[in-house]
Structures are given as C-alpha cells and as structure tokens.
C-alpha cells in the first residue's frame, strides 16, 4: 500500500461540504477501513452536519454561516493527520441467514453460467469469508459489502428489475450487497435473508452500520416460515 | 381534527426534517420548499418548524372540525374557503365545517398550509416527516389519502401575522438555480461546461420529492468514466451515462454512481421544492465568496422575521 494512495484530496462539493477522496482504482479494503477510521475522529467534534462514508470517499458537510470553506478543510486535514496512527479496532462478525437460490435467487442461474461453478461451489465461494459494510443507503437498510471472489464478479442487469424484495442478496460488478427495502434494482439477485436490515418499528432499526462486518450462513428455506 | 376529502396530487405531512442520517442512508426530507413551509408556519404563529401540511401540484381538499387560524404559502393554487376566493401567503380563521380547497398550480409546485399550534403524528429519529419509499413519518409514512384525520394541537386560535413587504418570494415557471462546481466538474467536457450555465434545461414527468430527470443539451465527459458508488446530496446535479441530468431533492439517494456536475448554492435549494413537471431550469454560475455573502444576507433578512429560521 503506498502512501499516496492514503493520503486522500480534499475536494469542494458545492459550498457547504467537502468530499475527502481517496486514490485507488479498484476496491480497497485497507482506503475503506481508514474512510471508517476518519469518520470515527472527525465524529468527535461537533463540526460536522452529516458525514456520510463511501467506498473510496467520504463527504462531510458542515453549516458554512458557523464555519468557513478554509476552517473546514484545517480540520479535515488535521483529522487526516491525526488517523494516521489510529489502530483498526476488530469489529465483531454479524451473522445473517441466507436462503441461496430458487425463488429467493431468480439470478442464481446467470452467475453459475458466467461463474462455471455448480450452485453449492456458489453458496460455498460467497459465503466463505466475512465482508465489511463499506457504505449504506442509497436507500434505508442498503448494505454496500466489500469485494466478492473473482469467479463471482457479475454485472447488473442492464435495466433494473421494478421490484427487489426486502432482504435480497445481490451482486454488481465486484460488489455484494443486501436490499434494506422492497425497492426497484439492477443488483443479480442470488439469495435471500429474513433478517430485515430495516425496520422502523425495532428500538434500534438498522441491524449493521458501516464499518461492521457480516457473515452469510447458508440456510434452508424453513427459516422464512 | 381536520379530515382529508381529497389528498391531491401527492399531499404529505413535512416538517424541517431529519438532517445528519444519510450515512444510514436516510435522507433528511423536510419540507421541499423550507422558505415557503417556514412562511406559513410563522402566519399561522406557529415556530418556522412546525408540522404543517405540503400539496405537491394541488387537489386537496380538507374539512375542519373545529375553528381554527390557518395560513397558506407556496405555489399559487387558487385556494377557497367554502368557495370563496382566499389569498395566498395570508392566514385567515376558520369555523368548524369549513372545508379548505385547492386547486391546480401554477408558477411554482408545492403549496404548505401551516396550522396554528401545529400538527401532531409520531416521530421517527426526531422528526415527523414523511420519507415515502421506506414509508416512515407522517400518517403511516404515506400521502394522503380520502379519509384521513389529522390531528392538530387544541391551542386555541392565534393572531394571524401579515407577512411584511419584501417578504413574500415570487415563484415564476423559470427556476434560476445559482451554482457551484461538483466533484466531478472538471471531467465533463468544455462545451458541456459552457452548456450547464447557459443553456436552459426543463424538467421532466420524472419529477417528484426525491428529484427531477431533466431534458436539455446534451452533457458529455471527456473520457467515459465508471464510477464507484459514493455519497450524493440535495441539490446535486448529477449526469446519466445517457448524458442527460438529474437534478436530487430532499428525498433524493444517499449515494449514486454518476458524476456530479453542480451543486446548487444554500440559499437556493428552497426553490427546488417549487419545480414541478415542466418548469424551466437554469444553472448560473456561483463563487464560494459569493454564496457565502449571498447566505449571510439572507439569513440575517429572513432571521430577522422568522426566529430561528436559516436557508
């Protein structure tokens, strides 16, 4: 890893926020895992009106009749300098059920054609070891999940599907993820969990943040009865 | 009470939001038009903040169930108190039975209708507000619907406050949206730079509270690029692979995949509230110095009137 590529650019996203962004062509476990470190060290000073961490960016918006554009990126850079030397605390492994195939996975036959695995080698190379939770949103519940095995890299579909359900487990491109909501979606859908990753009526209702880690364990179709 | 005989267009229950939840990818929703909202909330004598109710296009119609002060504020829509002609941006009294009408905009999209004492429905991370696509806020995170009740406080009926000359902002079909660069700026080629601030652009059917695909020239990059997923906000102008722009509102999404061309200044995102199918859209250039004395200006001549209210 070099330094270059941790060393972020501080970017003017129109005249109240910032977008720190990190140099990296692909996915990189070690540029998210400091994106989450930033946002932890930035959270400690009321500055900050959202801060919102993505894959290879985070963007920090500020009340720009409190603070100026100049004081803004001071405080960024100096965080930037301060996270340096934070240490990577181990997030605990959150487990979430997942039925794979069949009616919970209409593009399960897609990724065994593109894969040329057999269904079980699937179930098997995805849920084989934990992923992070990168980013959430671009709806509530919405996990962004760090890089899955080669052989299961897929491209969404060309036009989105109008109805994903709840729970789904999809990939896109070198991307997994889970869909918090009923909603439209491009994603090639291969499983589904019960879990709901959104529930508005729980006391807490989103059940991982960004910067956890989850794991997939393969289950039978009883768990959704 | 008040009871819905007809929700409208699209009809929901705003207040100022809940701002600092898109990293749950929870957008802050609100009021689409906060200038408009914080009007009539302060009418009808109520705090700018409020719950109050917004009719997207118009159709409305409510019945009160018991005298109360209302005050009415946003796009034109021809407003009638049992037939009766009323004024926009004014509050008036109403008596048990009265049934409040409006009827289609023009020059602008969303009208409020502030209550005195407010309107009560339960709270979801701090704020009443309806967020449609994950049904949260507002009467069971839905529009409103033929039927409904919604409950307003028992205060008894306040002065009506006039709102001073100079005060009252013009809604035209034209919407000037004063900018500033994206993220993405620099990729998008020199023609399609000039393109953004001179050409005008309309929006189209795809207009709603989450945002507005609007048709215009068309806008192109230098280089085809592929984006990682990444955080978006209000008033963000981002461009499809089609090279066609999507301008984001209040309840737009927390993150998107295309680059982002413009971001609209703080003190005129309260207009994107007030496109509606069809306006017209300009994009005018800003500096960073600019917005911040435009801010300030404005804050301090609206702060002056509504307590606690900034753009």
Excluded at chain 2, 78 to 106: C, H, M, P, Y
Excluded at chain 2, 110 to 122: D, E, T, V
Aim: aromatic share 8%; charged share 20%; with cysteine.
């Amino acid at each position: 890893m070099s330094d270059t590529e941790l060393t972020p650019d501080i970017i003017e996203y129109g005249d109240s926020a910032l977008l720190v962004q990190f140099k990296t062509n692909s996915f990189s476990l070690d540029v998210n895992n400091r994106i989450h470190q930033l946002s932890k060290t930035l959270s400690s000073k009321p500055d900050w009106q959202e801060l919102v961490p993505g894959y290879d960016s985070i963007l920090c918006c500020f009340d720009m009749a409190r603070i100026s554009m100049e004081r803004a990126k001071k405080n960024i850079a100096t965080a930037i300098k301060k996270t340096a030397s934070v240490e990577i605390t181990e997030s605990k492994i959150i487990e979430v059920p997942v039925v794979y195939g069949g009616i919970y996975g209409p593009d399960m036959a897609a990724i065994k054609k593109s894969s040329g695995l057999n269904q079980s080698q699937i179930i098997e190379t995805h849920s084989a070891q934990p992923y992070s939770v990168c980013m959430m949103g671009f709806i509530p519940g919405f996990c962004f999940l760090s890089e899955i095995p080669s052989p299961l890299k897929h491209p969404r579909h060309k036009s989105p599907r109008s109805l994903v359900p709840a729970g789904s487990v999809g990939i896109a491109g070198w991307q997994t993820g889970i869909y918090g909501l009923d909603s439209p979606g491009g994603w090639q859908i291969i499983g589904r969990t019960p879990h709901k990753m959104f529930d508005k009526n729980r006391e807490k209702p989103f059940l991982v943040k960004a910067g956890d880690k989850i794991k997939f364990i393969p289950s039978s179709k009883a768990i959704f009865s | 009470m008040i009871e819905v005989l007809n929700g409208g267009t699209q009809t929901t229950l705003q207040d100022a939001g809940r701002p600092g939840m898109r990293h749950l990818g929870i957008p802050s929703s609100g009021a689409a038009d906060q200038l408009s909202f914080a009007l009539a909330n302060w009418m009808a004598g109520n705090r700018w903040d409020a719950l109050a109710i917004e009719c997207a296009l118009g159709g409305l119609h409510i019945k009160f169930q018991s005298s109360n002060t209302v005050a009415i504020a946003g796009a034109e829509m021809w407003a009638q108190v049992n037939g009766q002609n009323v004024n926009n941006f004014s509050a008036f009294s109403v008596e048990k039975g009265d049934i409040l009408t409006l009827s289609f905009a023009r020059d602008g999209c969303r009208s409020y209708i502030a209550i005195a004492g407010g309107l009560k429905a339960p709270e979801f991370m701090n704020s009443s507000s309806t967020y449609l696509p994950a049904k949260i806020g507002g009467l069971n995170g839905c529009a409103l619907r033929a039927g409904d009740q919604l409950i307003s406080s028992n205060r008894p009926r306040s002065a009506q406050r006039k709102i001073p000359q100079g005060f009252t902002p013009k809604l035209s079909r034209h919407v000037v949206l004063r900018s500033l660069p994206g993220p993405e700026w620099k990729i998008l080629d020199k023609p399609s730079q000039r393109h953004l601030f001179v050409s005008p652009f309309h929006a189209t059917n795809l207009t709603d509270r989450m945002g507005s695909r609007l048709k215009g020239d068309k806008i192109t990059t230098e280089v085809p690029i592929s984006m990682t997923s990444s955080p978006l906000l209000p008033g963000t102008l981002q461009i499809d692979t089609n090279g066609e722009p999507i301008l984001m509102f209040a309840d737009g999404h927390c993150t998107g995949g295309y680059p982002r061309a413009l971001q609209v200044i703080q003190s005129d995102k309260w207009l994107l509230g007030q496109i509606a199918p069809g306006t017209q859209v300009s994009f005018r250039r800003c500096f960073q110095e600019h917005s911040k004395k435009i801010l300030k200006a404005r804050n301090s001549f609206y702060g002056g009137l509504i307590e606690g209210f900034t753009f």
